[in-house]
């Protein structure tokens, strides 16, 4: 149960309006995106049209700002962008649509902007900006803006998608525009491929990463990150109006024989109920060099087998490419179509085939994921000697999934480790095989026999026999 100084509305009420107000003051002072914040709300308590002058303002003097937006201050840039947003789409929009539509429209030409001079690494300012497209559709499509005047507003959009804040604007815009307004958005689309080309800005130059590399060199690749754009919005389109033969034909030939774009495609195909048409283009895939195709590859062709009422060529197909990678999802999926009791001796034989797989630690992984931590460590103790730790993540992990039930195989983990990074001399890794030895000292307390394996006692003897001049690890570990 709550108690009376649990931060939530229902206590924060309790301190009346007054009381809040100065608190609010206090908490705002020195903070120029809360202060912003409470005018817009005081904005709001008058009328929609207050809200709207404030955003338009505000929306105008971050298109007009230069300074450079640090890991420091894209938190603070962030919620002011999540501001502007919701008070055009929460308030504005909602009580004149044309209104809120000319201004969330404001808000996405901001992108350049920011993205001009930010660094977006973690991308929640590129989340902002995508949220904003959908928000667009929303507003475009209650406003009623004409469909041939939105398509305008698209093409636009598009040409200018310099940091692909755009990407999902077709889509999100499809109910808005209707059939007419696609056709119309096609066919600029279509005019825009015939125009001449455009030298690129400089703007354009700096996004693309050219460093002077001539005029010729730069036109042509220009042209072709326009016509990639075309392409990639014309098959949006096809997408919208489930035209599967016009998103093929938009799909350069030599790319079709590529696993994912054969993927792509019979996707659409299955989808369509055209499942032997995306059988017969998955099987066209060009494989020389692969180990194996991926993933994505697999399961678009059983999808399209199962389609076509071939399930055992499905379940065949499973089984096959989890022999080949140990992928427990194609396991699962064969498992379920399973009959009772089958299922279990499956899963059986699958394991049997993973304890004697060739690559350990492909092995030791599966059963991680499945997750099984007593195979697993039936595993470690039946092939230790095949361990390698240099895979750090791998081992780590299996040591802290093995560490609570099965202490010996753990130790065994965290010894790998630790033999690696001392017998190759990995001075940077000395902590973390310091950190090892003390988890191996704590296990050991757990352990009553230890198999005929090396008593942690005689283990750390033999490495200070061997090591004992490595005084950065020693240091560490002591």
Not at 445 to 453: F, P
Request: charged share 30%.
């Amino acid at each position: 149960m709550a108690t009376k100084t649990t931060l939530n509305a229902k206590n924060l009420e309790t301190l009346g309006a007054p009381r809040l107000a100065e608190l609010l003051i206090e908490i705002a002072t020195g903070n120029a995106a809360h202060k912003r914040r409470l005018r817009l709300e005081l904005a709001g308590d008058h009328s929609s049209a207050e809200v709207a002058r404030a955003v338009r303002k505000r929306l105008g003097s971050i298109a007009r700002a230069r300074t450079f937006i640090d890991w420091k201050k894209i938190k603070a840039t962030r919620l002011d962008l999540e501001t502007q947003r919701r008070m055009i789409v929460e308030t504005v929009a909602t009580d004149d649509a044309s209104e809120g539509y000319e201004l969330i429209w404001q808000f996405l030409n901001l992108a350049d902007s920011i993205f001009s001079r930010s660094n977006d690494s973690s991308g929640s300012l590129m989340q902002i900006f995508h949220q904003g497209c959908v928000d667009a559709g929303v507003v475009a499509a209650r406003a009623a803006i004409a469909s041939d005047v939105l398509a305008e507003k698209i093409i636009k959009a598009i040409q200018g998608n310099n940091y692909g804040q755009f990407d999902p604007l077709i889509g999100v815009m499809a109910d808005a525009l209707g059939h007419e307004g696609m056709e119309r958005l096609k066919t600029l689309l279509l005019e825009w491929s015939n125009e001449p080309q455009e030298t690129p800005s400089e703007m354009e130059r700096d996004i693309l990463g050219w460093s002077g590399a001539g005029p010729l060199y730069e036109d042509e690749v220009f042209g072709r990150h326009r016509d990639r754009t075309i392409r990639y919005a014309l098959q949006e389109i096809a997408d919208q109006q489930n035209d599967v033969d016009a998103y093929i034909a938009l799909q350069p030939q030599e790319t079709c024989a590529a696993p994912m774009v054969a993927a792509d495609i019979a996707n659409r195909l299955t989808a369509a109920g055209r499942a032997a048409e995306a059988l017969d283009i998955l099987d066209r895939v060009d494989d020389r060099g692969r180990g194996s195709l991926p993933f994505e590859w697999q399961i678009a062709r059983i999808d399209a087998l199962e389609e076509l009422k071939r399930p055992n060529d499905a379940q065949a197909f499973r089984w096959q490419c989890f022999e080949q990678s140990l992928n427990e999802e194609h396991l699962r999926a064969y498992v379920r179509r399973l009959p009772d009791f089958d299922d279990l001796e499956a899963e059986e034989k699958a394991f049997d085939y993973v304890r004697n797989f060739p690559e350990v630690h492909q092995a030791l992984s599966f059963f991680m994921r499945w997750p099984s931590p007593a195979d697993a460590a039936k595993l470690v103790m039946k092939r230790v000697g095949e361990l390698d730790g240099d895979f750090y993540e791998l081992m780590n992990d299996a040591a802290d999934m093995l560490g609570e039930k099965h202490p010996l195989a753990a130790m065994m983990v965290l010894r790998a480790m630790i033999d690696f990074t001392l017998e190759n001399g990995r001075s940077s890794r000395y902590k973390h095989a310091a950190r090892h030895l003390t988890e191996c000292l704590s296990l050991a307390s757990q352990i009553e026999d230890y198999s005929g394996i090396e008593a942690h006692e005689d283990y750390v003897a033999r490495l200070m026999r061997e090591h004992g001049r490595k005084s950065g690890f020693w240091n560490q570990a002591t």
